[in-house]
């Protein structure tokens, strides 16, 4: 039987839950993110590795923004205008 202490070095952490990405990878020691690269401004992502790329890129979250760009586009981006009555006029 093993003593305590030898047990005790089997189970320290070395990632914990990341501020930006969510994922258990932020490294407690080096301080960076192995998935994100966070505390860097940039994400992290690589050539080597598309699939990643795939999973991470844009259009795979809500997009809270960007799903309305297509119809505003098409509006020509007005704002602060009233919509024409769509109501036939008595006549």
Excluded at 32 to 58: D, E, H, Q
Aim: net charge positive.
């Amino acid at each position: 039987m093993g003593t305590k202490n030898a047990l005790k070095k089997q189970i320290q952490k070395t990632h914990t839950r990341c501020r930006r990405c969510g994922r258990t990878s932020f490294h407690i020691q080096k301080k960076v993110c192995s998935a994100c690269g966070y505390p860097s401004a940039r994400l992290r992502s690589y050539n080597w590795c598309k699939k990643m790329i795939r999973r991470k890129t844009r259009g795979t979250g809500r997009m809270r923004y960007e799903k309305d760009l297509p119809r505003k586009a098409k509006n020509g981006f007005r704002e602060q205008t009233q919509a024409p009555s769509r109501k036939k006029k008595a006549a």
